[in-house]
């Protein structure tokens, strides 16, 4: 489990746990005493880039509905183009892709590990973004929710 401050001036926290299986995730869950608030859990659908024995110090996240007429292409895309291109620009070292469970909304969610906090600004993340494919999904997500996080402490009781 990781903790992290969300960036921006609010006074939000959260905790990053991954598991490998709902199992695992109930089971950290229920032997953790978290604090109150919003608990989101998502199923793994792609994972990009070095997975390092410590955490990265920050965590990019992007929360998003799409249309579900675009759910193949929206997939294909981040799939295809958009991850992989992301994760060979210098300082995002992975990229990782959730679906939460039908009905719960923002249904998607993305998480960079960065280590470098300004990856996406700089000349090479710029161009890895600007896509006609990027620009035509991006147009089409809904309640999108983005946030960075600075990694506050990392362990079994962080």
């Given at each position: ?117 300004d990856a996406f600004d700089s000349p090479e993340g710029l161009t890895a973004r600007k896509t006609p494919w990027t620009e035509r999904m991006r147009a089409l997500f809904q309640n ?15």
């Amino acid at each position: 489990m990781h903790r992290y401050r969300v960036d921006g001036g609010t006074d939000e926290n959260l905790a990053w746990i991954e598991a490998g299986d709902r199992r695992e995730t109930e089971k950290v869950l229920s032997e953790l005493s978290l604090p109150s608030g919003e608990l989101f859990t998502f199923d793994l659908v792609r994972d990009v880039g070095v997975s390092s024995a410590s955490p990265c110090r920050w965590l990019y996240l992007v929360h998003t509905d799409i249309p579900a007429d675009i759910v193949d292409d929206y997939n294909a895309w981040y799939d295809q183009e958009h991850l992989p291109r992301l994760v060979g620009v210098p300082g995002v070292e992975r990229a990782r892709r959730y679906v939460a469970d039908p009905g719960l909304s923002p249904r998607y969610l993305t998480a960079y590990d960065l280590s470098i906090k300004d990856a996406f600004d700089s000349p090479e993340g710029l161009t890895a973004r600007k896509t006609p494919w990027t620009e035509r999904m991006r147009a089409l997500f809904q309640n999108t929710r983005r946030k960075m996080c600075t990694l506050q402490a990392s362990g079994p009781t962080a």
